[in-house]
């Protein structure tokens, strides 16, 4: 813990954040490292870090859901381990194996694919090389991440399915619920949506629109663990719980949805600890046999002063957190 008792308000966290910069073992979406802030207060950790692009929305989102962590703590747990699948960058087919072997025990890769840059028979050479490090019986999913338009996605998708040798489902292949409705009448592959459920004002048309199988969520992104529960219980769909690159902070919360969920039928990405060359504890929420424990995270001072960001860093994430404080005090976008 920092020299300073933990914090009891929200006022309290914003004196008490800590940035640090984390190196990444694994490029991620063009990043090679992740900056994140961290809030101590009397429930524990919070972890506060969207990214550049996050909408305001999102923004005070994520500080709705650390404010959760660090001073109000989660909903008890329904079980104590929570299966979580392996991610696959969009790396070369030839560092796949490097890449899983990350993640030992796991029977499950989530895949990245349609990236920049790049090109399907990239995305093909990545999955068949998935497979084959997982064998017969691993299960394949692909995160589209909204690249695809309709045509394509039925275009593409069969190929996708044969050289990863079947996927679990296919991850927000389309942006629009129309088009994701459209999909699911012509693919029996299932269809999961992550952006369309955080992004939407009423998750629930997900359902109306029969424009899915499986729901994504995130944590930050929904406003914290109990935000997390709602929208599951009124979407009423099968649920994933997956991370936003976080450090072990971050994951936590993550974990604690997952394991606070009645039914947990898919493995979760909640492994990705595994992507990051450091972290801000002495013992990461790492998987072991396929699957991370409940348990709180012991942040490391130590730590924490070698991967202090640098002072203006500091600084402008200190006056970014305190303007999203204050509108969310003030009611925009709506108080939890």
């Known amino acids: 813990m920092p020299d300073r008792p933990p914090a009891r308000t929200a006022a309290d966290l914003l004196g008490a954040a800590v940035v640090v910069r984390l190196a990444l073992a694994v490029p991620f979406r063009g990043l090679m490292s992740r900056e994140v802030v ?3 207060g009397e429930a524990g950790w919070g972890e506060w870090a969207p990214f550049p692009d996050s909408t305001p929305s999102a923004v005070r989102s994520w500080w709705r859901a650390a404010r959760e962590a660090a001073l109000v703590g989660w ?4 079980r104590d381990r929570v299966p979580v699948n392996a991610t696959v960058p969009a790396v070369p087919a030839d560092q796949v194996a ?6 030992p025990g796991t029977t499950t890769a989530k895949v990245k694919v349609a990236q920049v840059g790049q090109t399907p028979a990239d995305d093909l050479d990545r999955l068949a090389a998935t497979r084959d490090r997982l064998g017969s019986g691993g299960r394949i999913r692909v995160d589209v991440n909204a690249a695809w338009d309709l045509d394509t996605a039925v275009r593409l998708l069969p190929a996708y399915e044969r050289a990863a040798g079947g996927l679990e489902y296919v991850e927000q292949p389309c942006r629009s619920l129309d088009e994701l409705a459209a999909l699911r009448r012509r ?4 269809v999961a949506v992550d952006e369309s459920v955080r992004a939407a004002a009423d998750p629930e ?5 029969q424009a899915a199988d499986v ?12 935000a997390g529960l709602a929208v599951a219980e009124r979407v009423g769909l099968p649920v994933v719980v997956s991370s936003a690159l976080d450090s072990s902070v ?14 947990l039928p898919f493995a979760c990405g909640l492994g990705t600890a595994a992507l990051l060359a450091e972290d801000v504890t ?7 046999h396929g699957a991370v424990p409940v348990r709180p995270v012991r942040v490391s001072a130590d730590r924490l002063a070698v991967l202090a960001a640098g002072p203006h860093e500091t600084m402008g994430w200190r006056q970014r957190l305190a303007v999203v404080a204050g509108d969310v005090a003030a009611g925009a976008g709506g108080e939890p």
């Open 75 to 78: 909903p008890a747990p329904r």
């Open 282 to 288: 002495d013992d990461p929420l790492l998987p072991v």
């Open 215 to 226: 729901v994504v969520v995130k944590v930050p992104h929904l406003g914290g663990v109990r």
């Open 187 to 190: 693919t029996d592959v299932r």
């Open 250 to 263: 971050g994951l936590a919360a993550g974990v604690a949805l997952a394991a606070a969920l009645p039914d």
């Open 98 to 103: 490097g890449v899983l072997a990350r993640f």
């Open 205 to 209: 048309r997900v359902v109306r629109e």
């Open 38 to 40: 961290l809030l101590p």
